[in-house]
T-cell receptor
Framework: GIQVEQSPPDLILQEGANSTLRCNFS?????LQWFHQNPWGQLINLFY???GTKQNGRLSATTVATERYSLLYISSSQTTDSGVYFC????????????FGKGTKLSVKP | DGGITQSPKYLFRKEGQNVTLSCEQN?????MYWYRQDPGQGLRLIYY???????QKGDIAEGYSVSREKKESFPLTVTSAQKNPTAFYLC?????????FGQGTRLTVV
């Protein structure tokens, strides 16, 4: 089946540093999303980005669907950015039936 | 406020008991989903429903049951047949392709 691989699995940053998280998928996926899971477990929508580039403040994301990857950029990281970042996509005609990667656990140190 | 409400936030179950997790949304979304998350893992799909009175099994449906009698509600029952139910359960809904999540229910077998 479709596989979604995220890298790196763990990332430790000093506050103010920049980082790039990567999501590779094994087959064509649709409707790629990035989420941030906060320490209480809630999944916060960051980007819905099936293709192209989007920016929201210090975060931006790029999806190159033809090459089966997506990148999440975090600039000037803050301690509140800590948590787990997931990418997920669906395939075929299934709406919202998301296949998740295992996540990147980000720790930002003050 | 519009959103997805899951209850309870924490749930303890004795061996052999069935328990039901609630998920309600007031976003007027057609599709709803249940995911399970185990520690250090991504989310896996249990069941999903794209319209009222219809639902499909996801990747790990064994030991679970659902109903979709109203558009707003998609309760999940964890039955005694589920051998390892301790996990974090997340409900989601989507109108088109972008999914949004509730705050989750943490289920523990005691």
């Amino acid at each position: 089946g479709i596989q979604v691989e995220q890298s790196p699995p763990d990332l430790i940053l000093q506050e103010g540093a920049n980082s790039t998280l990567r999501c590779n998928f094994s087959d064509s996926v649709n409707n790629l999303q990035w989420f941030h899971q906060n320490p209480w477990g809630q999944l916060i929508n960051l980007f819905y980005i099936p293709s192209g580039t989007k920016q929201n403040g210090r975060l931006s994301a790029t999806t190159v669907a033809t090459e089966r990857y997506s990148l999440l950029y975090i600039s000037s990281s803050q301690t509140t950015d800590s948590g787990v970042y997931f990418c997920a996509g669906n395939y075929g005609g299934s709406q919202g039936n998301l296949i998740f990667g295992k996540g990147t656990k980000l720790s930002v140190k003050p | 406020d519009g959103g997805i409400t899951q209850s309870p936030k924490y749930l303890f179950r004795k061996e052999g008991q069935n328990v039901t997790l609630s998920c309600e949304q007031n976003l007027n979304h057609d599709a709803m989903y249940w995911y399970r998350q185990d520690p250090g893992q991504g989310l896996r799909l249990i069941y999903y429903s794209q319209i009222v009175n219809d639902f499909q099994k996801g990747d790990i449906a064994e030991g679970y049951s659902v109903s979709r009698e109203k558009k707003e509600s998609f309760p999940l029952t964890v039955t005694s047949a589920q051998k390892n139910p301790t996990a974090f359960y997340l409900c989601a809904s989507s109108l088109l392709a972008e999914a949004f999540f509730g705050q989750g229910t943490r289920l523990t077998v005691v």
